[in-house]
């Protein structure tokens, strides 16, 4: 029996399914009626799907993950951006990335109003936002500035304390780096202060593309991806049952018509594409090593059960497949994974990164912390958002969000906390939840979601119901369409932004062009050249 089977068991024991016998047991924690403020620490992979992690359904070893899941709350209806850089400029200003601005022009980070209360300030890993760390509240930092790196060889951005950063020659590889680093900020900062709390952003850069891993993880999952993906997904929707992360009602959503059946490729391919999971589950994989190590740190200090960890992904899987050079993996090669990798990553949703579907803004969401989290092991479905982020830290830090900043009057905070939820209450009433990329939007206010792709009309969905977002409602229903339009508007008009216009038109898509359909487009194309010839 490997760790992750191990990790999943502890936690479906934790729900209570009918399996108490066949599992290991859990201790399961009361939280103190006044802990201490605790140290926090925010863990942000990139790129990641909903149904990566172990304890999530996924097939890939994420053993230290798991168990924070199983000894936390883990959400499974909590919302990102769908996109990178608007998910970090949400995440550290705990405002809608439309009012934080690009590279956050308006609001404060949670670096500065931590520092504010009192905290020692650490941000490692990928910025991706206008500035620098240091600039913006961190006390500490190391990491790049840029959107995505080479694993291997870094770029020219990396940083550490305000300085340039010069990458080792040798035995570098940034997920290590990023895990190194935290640890040594950990250390010194315990080592100066021990009783001064410390709030860390740690923004792991994995597993984005390009495709680079480490060969001894990359060995440990060569083979495991022939199944392929239409028969992993299956898999996962069943454990994600199990587990309890989706309901009985959902339907998994049917492979897309630009994703090629498994069994229609050739051995050649399916070995090659067995090679590009083998590659991105190897890159997650040293993520949790990372999240391991951090914890035996932590314990050894003695500060584990004070320390509010929280993890989050700031988008779902990643459908392109534009950049192919070497072989994956290798410090030579730039591969992405490609949509049909990043369908099974997604499952049981569709759609994908930039997308305001479930595919592109869910996430995992857990929260560990054994002095103030009752009954550990438990699932809320409540929905969340990472605007609830930051007032849920504020509050356990005893921090207060100011209502102006460098002369400039802030917009309240959105979000609501999650501390209720950490003490075993109810979840606090929320507002609407409003979603926007690019030429995706979307609105989720009860068990009702709006949703356009692409510009098209809107879509409207039973969250509770269809969470899979099978049956659109928005023909059947469209006095509840305008209704929900409207307070889109709203919204939208408060944000500062300029109306924009649904173009009318057929719901749906463009494929996502990869690489097998690429290769039909030649070959069809080369049949037709023979044929005028």
Not at 60 to 76: C, H, R
Not at 146 to 169: C, W
Not at 279 to 297: F, T
Not at 305 to 317: A, E, Q, Y
């Amino acid at each position: 029996m490997n760790s992750n089977r191990i990790g999943r068991r502890e936690f479906l024991g934790t729900l209570g399914v009918g399996l108490a016998s066949m599992l290991l047991p859990v201790r399961f924690l009361q939280a103190a009626k006044t802990p201490k403020r605790p140290n926090v620490i925010v863990v942000l992979v990139d790129d990641m799907g909903y149904s990566d992690l172990g304890c999530f359904g996924g097939e890939i070893n994420t053993p230290n993950i798991d168990g924070l899941a199983a000894k936390g709350v883990a959400f499974t209806q909590f919302y990102n951006t769908g996109k990178c850089a608007p998910t970090r400029a949400c995440l550290l200003t705990g405002l809608y990335p439309q009012q934080a601005g690009k590279g956050i022009r308006t609001g404060i980070t949670m670096g500065q109003a931590m520092q504010a209360a009192g905290y020692a300030t650490m941000a490692v890993g990928k910025w991706h936002l206008g500035g620098t760390p240091e600039k913006r509240g961190f006390d500490r930092a190391f990491g790049h500035i840029s959107g995505s790196t080479h694993y291997f060889r870094g770029n020219d951005t990396f940083h550490l304390d305000g300085e340039p950063f010069e990458i080792p020659e040798k035995d570098f590889y940034v997920t290590d780096a990023n895990t190194d680093y935290a640890i040594r900020f950990i250390d010194e900062e315990h080592k100066k202060d021990a009783s001064k709390p410390f709030f860390m952003y740690l923004a792991y850069n994995a597993p984005h593309y390009p495709l680079h891993a480490l060969p001894e993880d990359i060995a440990r999952y060569r083979g495991k991806f022939k199944k392929g993906w239409d028969r992993l997904r299956r898999l996962r929707f069943v454990r994600q049952l199990e587990l309890g992360i989706v309901k009985n009602q959902w339907a998994l959503s049917p492979r897309p018509d630009y994703v090629p059946a498994w069994a229609s490729l050739s051995a050649k391919e399916q070995d090659f594409e067995d090679l590009r999971m083998a590659v991105y589950a190897a890159m997650l994989d040293r993520v949790d090593q990372g999240i391991g190590r951090l914890m035996a740190r932590l314990r050894q200090l003695g500060v584990a059960d004070d320390t509010l960890v929280l993890f989050v992904s700031d988008n779902g899987g990643c459908p392109f497949d534009r950049r192919r050079v070497g072989t994956p993996g290798k410090p030579d090669s730039y591969w992405e994974y490609g949509p049909a990798w990043a369908t099974l990553s997604n499952t049981p949703f569709r759609l994908y990164k930039r997308n305001q579907h479930e595919g592109g803004i869910a996430t995992p969401m857990i929260a560990h912390w054994p002095a103030g989290i009752a009954k550990g092991g438990r699932l809320s479905d409540a929905p969340g958002h990472l605007i609830d982020i930051m007032p849920t830290v504020l509050e356990l830090a005893g921090g207060k969000y100011p209502a102006e900043h460098d002369g400039k009057i802030l917009p309240s905070l959105p979000g609501r906390s999650l501390v209720p939820i950490f003490e075993g209450k109810p979840a606090q009433p929320r507002d609407a939840i409003f979603l926007h990329y690019s030429s995706h939007r979307a609105l989720i206010t009860g068990r009702w979601k709006l949703v356009s792709a692409f510009n098209r009309p809107w879509e409207l969905y039973r969250l509770d119901l269809d969470r899979t977002e099978l049956n659109d409602l928005a023909s059947e229903l469209p006095d509840k369409v305008a209704e929900l339009d409207a307070e889109y508007r709203r919204w939208w008009r408060d944000v500062g932004q300029k109306p924009f216009t649904l173009k009318a038109g057929q719901a749906g898509v463009p494929p996502y062009r990869g690489v097998f359909e690429e290769k039909k487009t030649k070959e069809k194309a080369g049949r037709t050249k023979k044929q005028k010839r």
